[in-house]
């Protein structure tokens, strides 16, 4: 019979080995978002005018990583006429009598693009925030459109699956 003699450095690498290692989740390939905040102040533009400044920050996670457009998606599905030329969609809603309505197009839909996040390595799970910024300049009195409002938002991956659909706070101005 043989006899086993303690090694305590091939203890403690058995020991980080067995601690460091974290299960690996399964997200969907479809891209999951949550509202996280939004921020409403007064800033300037790029010229120096002086505007209102709406921060939207969410929470997107993605089991494939095809989140966000490279500079040469221009063609098929994501040529410049076509609505998925952008892949984040936020809509308007303005507070009336007490239900909220969709501002019509095409001021009440803002799109934009996202550029590509796909993430580096062979884990191509994306677990991101982001942050957009809708600017209203001052035009006389109060730059934002509404007294009450609220946006709704989703984002689209490059392989055409469409996030839900989330809901930011009411905004009151």
């Not at 509202?35 to 494939?64: A, E």
Request: proline share 6%.
């Amino acid at each position: 019979m043989k006899h086993f003699r303690f090694n305590p450095l091939l203890a403690v690498i058995v020991l980080l080995a067995a601690t460091s290692c974290n299960p690996i989740v399964d997200y969907p390939d479809e891209p999951v978002i949550s509202f996280t905040q939004v921020v409403v102040r007064d800033s300037v533009d790029v010229l120096n005018n002086n505007i209102k400044r709406v921060t939207i920050t969410f929470h997107l996670t993605d089991g494939n990583g095809d989140i966000g457009l490279g500079t040469g998606d221009t063609t098929g599905a994501f040529h410049k006429d076509s609505l998925l030329y952008n892949n984040l969609f936020i809509r308007e809603f303005e507070k009336i009598d007490g239900e909220f309505v969709a501002v019509p197009e095409p001021l009440g839909l803002k799109k934009y693009r996202i550029p590509d996040l796909t993430p580096s390595g062979q884990n191509k799970t994306l677990i991101a925030d982001i942050s957009v910024s809708l600017e209203y300049p001052y035009s006389g009195g109060n730059p934002l459109p509404f007294s009450e409002f609220c946006y709704q938002f989703y984002v689209v991956d490059r392989e055409l699956n469409h996030s839900n659909t989330d809901t930011t706070s009411v905004i009151v101005w």
